[in-house]
């Protein structure tokens, strides 16, 4: 990771769970870290944290709501004056609502598809013409995808979930192709966790509480800091090794 230290990394959704445990790991790596979130106090809460612990990085919070176009590119804006550009994008903001296609509110399938899929690829495309313009040709563009985007569990409340899910195992491999058509070093990953103990499980199942806290009772999760170890091994890899798609559950874990 010396490479990459004094460089900066945008993560989304950095206030809670695995954004939060990214953001900070990579703090603790020497990186200047734009974090971003719509709850932007939490992530303020991060910093000074990270600051108190003495940690040789820095985060940045910056207050965006990933399903408004101008304000992604506000901070893209902003992230190109005051720290010259992004080096990693780490996609990691996501959502669930259990809304399943039989009966879902169209409302809530948008606002899936909108941060899910959409913010996802407009910061991967501002992330990716930032570094076009510097000339950085090793910068890395992470999207946390999950193993739901590789199979269909038969829950209904996850089935809309999971399609906007698949869409990300694709974009990632359209990215890995256009990069290459660019003739260009720049690396496209995806990481796939199965259950994790984050705010995930609690906030799909707000409307019952027992079906949320019986998510992490029947084994041993995953937890936010095994997806946080992953991002840096992938940002570790040599320069000529590019890894398309970590997979990784909880040892208990069925399927």
Sequence with gaps: MERWRGRVALV???SVGIGAAIAVELVRLGMKVVGCARDVGKIQKLAAECQSAGHPGVLVPFKCDLTKE????????AIKEQHKGVDVCINNAGLAHPEPLLSGKTSAWKNMMDVNILG?????REAYQSMKERNVDDGHIININSMSGHRVLPSASTHFYSATKFAVTALTEGLRQELRAEKTHIRATSISPGLVETEFGPRLFKDNPD?????YSEYKPLEAKDVASSVVYVLSAPPHVQIGDIQMRATEQVS
Excluded: N, Q
């Design 12 to 14: 989304t959704g950095a």
């Design 211 to 215: 079906k949320a806290a019986s998510l």
């Design 70 to 77: 101008e304000e992604i590119l506000s901070m893209f804006a």
């Design 120 to 124: 996802l690829s407009i910061c991967t």
